[in-house]
């Protein structure tokens, strides 16, 4: 941090300068002067005797050390919705934690709340870095012991994906790269990757299993596959062990009502339809609009499958748990039962208790008519099932945050 200058006590003009080259010394002064630098020299040696002997001194030194028992896990965009939630159940949970975030989408505000949760040294460090940058994520995997990475940061709208590709395609498939380059450098063994059902398209058949062919049909859709793509290539002779979550639609937020989403308001069109609904109960927008009428559905509208964050926090701390060196799974993660937009909204009606306005629009680019997961292979190989499941009582809770925090974090 540049710390600016001391003002000055008087201008240039009235202060001494030496005439002619010289200065005149004054015994007396330079007496006084030594005798301050001796203070302040015993001081300092004072101090740092104090800070040697404080517990906490060694802080920051606890996650450049691998320590028995104890697994350290980078979560990449740990400050955003999914990521945030994910850091506070790892802590529960008694990992130790580092969480590096640009702050581009997500907020300083969840740290915070993360933070005086486990004010313990050595349980949870933040760190504010961009992922494209390579000097920057190397250097924090040199100077960090980590034992594992779940890697949630990623820009995540089908809508913006279609204006603006490459941004998704720097931002998620460059940025893994960094990632999986970092991470074989320095030796780290297990990598859960947050992926996406944005990956498989439009398939004509449902559910989706983890076999339906990989058709992506827009830009975020095929930036998580290639990213997928570098990972799967990279695993093939390396003894990592590897963790692909393709999840569904996220709702819902932590029960105790101390996290929740936040989306940036300038966002907010390319947003989760809970945000939407949220915002339209809450006035902030006049109503909410849904984009679709005359896709091959039951009532016209999209039908997708929605997962409550807390089962999916669950899923990655069970892949986590039965990650294994040289191993690949690919796990669908989601309900297993498709809702209706329109069903939605009726669910938001209700949990929010608002008459909330509806204007229905043309289809948005980019969006698919049907998608919802088949969960059988997640519940065979590692015992998750979603067990939040009652779509209005997760909108219920969420919005119960939203209104508590109708500010979101609030600009901390």
Known sequence: MINPGRPRNQSRSTRSMPFSGLEYADPKKKGNLIGKILLAAALTALCIIMLKQSPSFNTTNVFSKHEEGVTHVLVTGGAGYIGSHAALRLLKDKYRVTIVDNLSRGNLGAVKVLQELFPEPGRLQFIYADLGDAKAVNKIFSENAFDAVIHFAAVAYVGESTLDPLKYYHNITSNTLVVLESMAAKGVKTLIYSSTCATYGEPEKMPITEETPQVPINPYGKAKKMAEDIILDFSKNSDMGVMILRYFNVIGSDPEGRLGEAPRPELRNHGRISGACFDAARGIINGLKVKGTDYSTADGTCVRDYI???????????????????????????????????EFVEACKKATAADIKVDFEPRRPGDYAEVYSDPTKIRRELNWTATHTDLQESLKIAWRWQKAHRDGYGST
């Not at 999916?312 to 892949?319: I, P, W, Y």
């Not at 191993?327 to 297993?336: A, E, S, W």
């Open 308 to 342: 409550d964050v807390n089962d999916l926090v669950d899923a990655h701390v069970k892949a986590l748990e039965r990650a294994k060196p040289s191993k690949v799974g690919i796990y669908n993660v989601g309900t297993g039962k498709g809702r209706s937009v329109k």
